[in-house]
């Protein structure tokens, strides 16, 4: 399986940003797919998730009403719609994908994920 992120640039605060998440290999429309961010010096952070088959979402406290995380798998893609950006939200944003059934109860930490992204970059200026 290979995770291809995209869509990370340079954005004033308050303005919108699409991340895209491309997987090859592996049908994931059974698995969970997460968003996490990291900036340096810091342990990555949980975003969102969306769980297993029941496509339920998740989203961390610090972006549930801002960003919406989805996915379309006919064409085997996650997607994170950032809106209201804040500079806090810089980061380097990775996209995964958890294969087994602990990653549909421990989505929110990192070690529940198989197969990570390469990571794109976010960048807020206030």
């Known amino acids: 399986v290979q995770l291809q992120a995209s869509g990370g640039g340079l954005v004033q605060a308050g303005g919108s940003l699409r991340l895209s998440c491309a997987a090859s290999?592996?049908?994931?429309?059974?698995?969970?797919m997460g968003w996490f961010r990291q900036t340096p010096g810091k342990e990555r952070e949980f975003v969102a998730a969306v769980i297993g088959t029941s496509g339920r979402t998740v989203y961390a406290n610090s972006v549930k009403g801002r960003f919406t995380i989805s996915r379309d798998d006919a064409k085997n893609t996650l997607y994170l719609q950032m809106n209201s950006l804040k500079s806090a939200d810089t980061a380097v944003y990775y996209c995964?994908?958890?294969?087994?059934?602990?990653?549909?109860?421990?989505?929110?930490?990192?070690?529940?994920?198989?197969?990570w992204g390469q990571g794109t970059q976010v960048t807020v200026s206030s």
């Open positions: 290999g592996r049908a994931f429309r059974s698995w969970t």
């Open positions: 995964a994908l958890g294969a087994t059934s602990d990653s549909r109860v421990y989505y929110y930490t990192d070690a529940a994920y198989n197969y």
